[in-house]
């Protein structure tokens, strides 16, 4: 299922790649930059600290088309390559709610199944139609990635 759950979001995807090449798209730095904010975001590598280790927080600076800019913050929860990775997120670093995301890798066919959710607490319905588009078109880039 895609859509929105009772406790968030969720998006299935099927990749024609292995599940270690998925999994290196959404833990390995450079690709994290490329793919997070989709198409015409910038996530500058200086403006990035993560690393897949359970325990360690994150961070990363956006940049959007128009100048702006929105800081993520989060932390690594669990790395169990390939199959599962478990971090949380926030756009208001200074604010200690965070938004669990679960990405679990499967095989599928040639390929790889991914179902990933995000808890998304407080927000509206149009908030969550809005964080399940995002995410969709992170997706679309991250995959990109994943495949080539």
Do not use: K
């Amino acid at each position: 299922m895609t859509g929105i759950t009772a406790d968030g979001i969720e998006i299935d995807r099927e990749f024609e790649a292995s599940a270690d090449a998925v999994f290196a798209a959404w833990t390995t730095p450079q690709h994290f930059a490329r793919w997070f904010g989709g198409e015409g975001v910038d996530v500058p590598l200086n403006t990035l600290d993560f690393a897949a280790e359970p325990g360690r927080p994150w961070a990363a600076q956006m940049r959007l088309p128009d100048g702006a800019t929105i800081d993520w913050a989060g932390d690594v929860v669990e790395v169990a390559p390939p199959q599962r990775f478990v971090f949380t997120i926030t756009d208001r670093p200074d604010e200690p709610a965070r938004g669990t995301i679960v990405v679990e890798l499967t095989p599928a066919g040639t390929g790889t199944r991914m179902r990933f959710t995000q808890e998304t607490p407080g927000f509206s319905s149009e908030q969550q139609e809005a964080v399940l588009a995002g995410w969709q078109s992170f997706i679309d880039v991250l995959e990109q990635i994943a495949t080539a």
